[in-house]
């Protein structure tokens, strides 16, 4: 995957553009393309630079959807988490969850609505829930609190890497004749008699303007939905209700074990979880209604206090601001709903409207339903093109790297590319070097990733393809020159370039420390 050769491939038609490369747009790639359609995908900053890469990496049904009477959303989602943990192996994986029961009715009263929970997954289920002991709660989980500990309720959930799966699914669609271009935006329409023919992009960076017709385009662009509306229709609709949700990422010691934790019911009534990844512990999430749509997010003051308040309250652990090692907020793109105003009670189903443009308005939705609703856009899409209905073929489709082979586990993630990154480590044993001291990513993924997966900034690397800024910003702050250096080399830059390149990555991982969060 290489971002000259998506630019050469660049054509005057197609019959379907999908705008925004975050899950819903990748994933509406994937499917048009491997039906045969010709496609073109357009992704204005990176592969999952915004939401796509900031979830809770749960591949869930949603218990607590489940609690708010949605069970046909709860059904489709475990339905596609198990679709999603076969089809992309590799980046996904099966987790041990535990409920703790501080009251003795309690352990009923969760257990049985996981054990429908469970039911309504069929014969995807991913393992039993059980009833647990207070001795057996605590040894799985060891941090638990014990006061008024009378036990817990098992059950299994699954769990993966958010933004590697973007790079796979960008990946796939390639394989399947897409054409993926990062880091070029749509600037305008091209209309004929009022209805979006095609589109106005920049290249974001050579500067270069293109105009690309299509039969029809599918606006995909998450909590940015409304300003692409607003630019195709000339009006100011508004469809999105954004939600802010914050995690904190620590040390893994202070929540010994390989099980995760589900308290299921806050302060605020949302559910809060503690998660073993990548070797820390990621804790969340909040759920805040917000205005003002950025990029790049902050968290605020009360929503970490929020989360540190309640991890401590349940466990023998003691964490503070300064245990934190990094701070990720990531915006919902939830779909309005008129006269909802809480939107922690807003549902997380799609929509999918035909604009009177023709354009298609894809909103709302979650990572683990990404297929579905990509299947459901393009159903629509060819309806609105006037295009050869062909069905859906993504169901069983493998995503790009699927593996079940874990063997290689600083490499697990790569899935099947994992042999060529040890290729490239037999040629050249330099590349075999940590990139930091402190955590296992060595030169030869960074090479990888710079030469094949269409990452071209110092953030692209610690962000996305690697999961560095978002366990320990502190540590990808310090890694940034090695990545700058190895960039401009790969792309023949300048020192003036890879300075340009540090200075913009450390002034944006300062927003991951807490030394940054307002009240």
């Known amino acids: 995957m290489k971002r000259n050769e998506q630019l050469a491939k660049l054509e005057q038609a197609y019959d379907i553009i999908v705008i925004g490369g975050g899950a819903t747009g990748l994933g509406c790639a994937v499917d048009a393309a491997s039906r045969g359609y010709k496609t073109l995908l357009l992704e204005k900053y990176d592969f999952a630079k915004g939401t796509s890469s900031r979830a809770t990496k749960l591949v869930h049904g949603g218990v607590r959807y489940l609690a708010q009477g949605n069970i046909r959303l709860v059904r489709e989602a475990l339905l596609e988490r198990g679709r999603l943990l076969q089809n992309a192996a590799h980046v996904c994986n099966t987790l041990k969850f535990v409920v703790p029961s501080y009251k003795w009715w309690q352990k009923w009263y969760y257990g049985f609505g996981l054990w429908v929970y469970e039911f309504l997954s069929a014969k995807l289920s991913l393992g039993k829930t059980s009833l647990l002991s207070k001795t057996k709660a605590l040894q799985l989980l060891p941090s638990l609190s014990t006061n008024k500990l009378s036990g817990a309720v098992l059950y299994y959930d699954g769990q993966f890497d958010d933004s590697r799966l973007a790079i796979n699914l960008a990946q796939t669609a390639i394989e399947q004749g897409a054409t993926v271009i990062n880091y070029c935006g749509v600037t305008g329409f091209i209309k004929k008699e009022n209805k979006a023919v095609g589109v106005k992009i920049l290249d974001e960076i050579s500067g270069k303007i293109f105009e690309i017709k299509a039969k029809v385009i599918i606006n995909a662009t998450g909590v940015f939905a409304d300003t692409l509306l607003q630019l195709a229709e000339g009006h100011a609709e508004k469809t999105i209700a954004p939600s802010q949700g914050i995690h904190l990422v620590v040390d893994k010691h202070f929540f010994e074990g390989d099980t995760g934790m589900m308290i299921p019911k806050t302060d605020d009534g949302r559910v809060l979880f503690a998660i073993p990844w990548h070797n820390k512990l990621l804790l969340g999430t909040t759920d805040t209604p917000i205005e003002n749509i950025s990029v790049e997010p902050t968290p605020l003051k009360e929503e970490v206090d929020f989360i540190i308040d309640h991890f401590n309250r349940y466990t023998s652990s003691d964490i503070s601001y300064k245990d934190v090692k990094s701070v990720y907020v990531g915006l919902r793109p939830l779909a309005k709903v008129d006269g909802v105003k809480k939107t922690s009670v807003m549902p997380r189903d799609h929509i999918i409207k035909v604009l009177p443009s023709g354009m298609l308005h894809v909103t709302g939705g979650k990572w683990t339903t990404y297929r579905s609703m990509a299947e459901h856009a393009i159903d629509k899409a060819l309806q609105v093109g006037n295009l050869k209905n062909t069905a859906c073929k993504t169901r069983n489709l493998k995503i790009h790297g699927c593996t079940n082979d874990s063997s290689v586990t600083n490499l697990s993630v790569f899935g099947t590319d994992a042999i ?53 910003a502190k540590a990808a702050m310090e890694t940034a020159p090695l990545i700058a250096k190895m960039l401009a080399t790969y792309l023949q830059k300048n020192e003036e370039w ?17 030394s940054m969060v307002q009240g």
Do not use: G
């Not at 296992?440 to 999961?467: G, S």
């Open 420 to 472: 060529a990154i040890n290729e490239m480590i037999k040629k050249d044993i330099s590349l075999a070097e940590k990139i930091h001291p402190n955590f296992d990513y060595t030169k030869a993924e960074v090479q990888w990733v710079i030469e094949n997966e269409m990452a071209i900034t110092v953030e692209d690397v610690l962000a996305r393809r690697i999961r560095l800024l978002f366990l320990d």
């Open 498 to 514: 890879q300075q340009n390149q540090i200075d913009t990555f450390n002034n944006l991982a300062s927003n991951y420390l807490l």
